[in-house]
């Protein structure tokens, strides 16, 4: 069955510094993936989403994600954070008419 | 304009009691669902509807009731409430029955004393 696995359960970093949140992904054939940002006391929200194509794709908020089939990886990334960057994000899958998401991770901003 | 709205945003009740969750969505896609979080952020899916529907039922005990009157609506009924039922139960639409490209509500805090 398809699943993605989120290795890091707390991040802290830096505003204004890089960011790279990993995920790993489970799946026979060339996976959709997505990453959804959830903001304290909010529902979730799309980032950016994979379907085919091009490896690098682009997302709302400054993010962006790589495809690595290689390494099974759809990892997330911001060149620069901001405080209200700190939320807590999820990578998912699509498995069966529904979206499987991984354990997420918290991400903690300090200025 | 909220696009997926739940009411209420938090729910505290003692157990035993039955409480319903309403979602409505404004988008007119086709299939709706209700996740679960825990209080570690676990998410998982509970129910999906398409064209009211149902179409996911995961193992879920038979107290929760989802009821679909049209497919804007989605709402959810839990007899009996639990201990164990308190979570954070989150409402999402999509234009279509595969899971992708959710659209979620805000979330109703459900509290059981």
């Known amino acids: 069955a398809q699943s993605v696995t989120q290795p890091d359960i707390h991040i802290t970093v830096s505003e204004g510094a890089s960011l790279e949140l990993r995920c790993n992904y489970s799946y026979g054939a060339t996976p959709y993936l997505f990453w959804y940002v959830q903001s304290p006391g909010q529902g979730l929200q799309l980032l950016l989403k994979y379907f085919s194509g091009d490896t690098l794709v682009q997302g709302i908020k400054g993010f962006e994600a790589e495809f690595k089939r290689s390494q099974s990886s759809f990892n997330l990334r911001k060149p620069s954070v901001h405080w209200s960057d700190a939320a807590e994000y999820f990578c998912?899958?699509?498995?069966?008419?529904?979206?499987?998401f991984g354990t997420g991770t918290r991400l903690q901003v300090f200025p | 304009d909220t696009a997926v709205s739940q009411t209420p945003k938090y729910l505290v009740t003692q157990m035993g009691n039955d409480k319903s969750i309403k979602c409505e969505q404004n988008?007119?896609?086709?299939?709706m669902y209700w996740y679960k979080q825990d209080s570690k952020k676990f998410l998982k899916i509970m129910f999906s509807y398409n064209n009211k529907e149902l179409i996911i039922n995961e193992t879920v005990p038979n107290r929760f009731s989802p009821k679909s009157p049209d497919k804007a609506h989605l709402n959810l009924h839990i007899n009996s409430l639990e201990l164990g039922d308190s979570a954070v139960y989150f409402c999402?639409?999509?234009?279509?029955?595969?899971?992708?490209?959710?659209?979620f509500g805000s979330g109703t805090q459900l509290s059981v004393l």
């Open positions: 998912a899958v699509p498995s069966t008419d529904k979206l499987i």
């Open positions: 999402a639409s999509s234009p279509g029955p595969t899971g992708e490209k959710l659209f």
């Open positions: 988008l007119g896609h086709d299939t």
